[in-house]
Nanobody, 116 residues
């Protein structure tokens, strides 16, 4: 199973991005029961959980998200998304997705850069 993140880029503060994560090679019975999360790693900092979504599609967000992001998933496509609105320079970092409880090898991530 390989995690492939995409959708990052350079945006101005206040802009939006939609990140995608594909669990390539995963089978439905492995993907569907897992809780999935999006993580951010800012330069020089540890990776932190930004948002998570359970198998029943309950969601949870880090306090700093403050209603700006939305995580979603499609089990049939084995994909997870992160819609990011009202982006701030502090959102800059490399974003990764992974299973919360049984993490897979990390993907390459997708770079998000928010210019002020």
């Amino acid at each position: 199973v390989r995690l492939v993140e995409s959708g990052g880029g350079l945006v101005q503060a206040g802009g939006s991005l939609r990140l995608s994560c594909a669990a390539s090679g995963s089978i439905f019975s492995v993907f569907a029961p897992q809780d999935w999360g999006w993580y951010k790693q800012a330069p020089g900092k540890q990776r932190e959980l930004v948002a998570s979504i359970t198998s029943s599609k309950s969601t949870n967000y880090a306090a700093f998200v403050n209603g700006r992001f939305t995580i979603s998933r499609d089990n049939s496509r084995k994909m997870v998304w992160l819609q990011m609105n009202s982006l701030k320079p502090d959102d800059t970092g490399t974003y990764y997705c992974n299973s919360l409880k049984d993490p897979l090898p990390w993907g390459q991530g997708t770079q998000v850069t928010v210019a002020s």
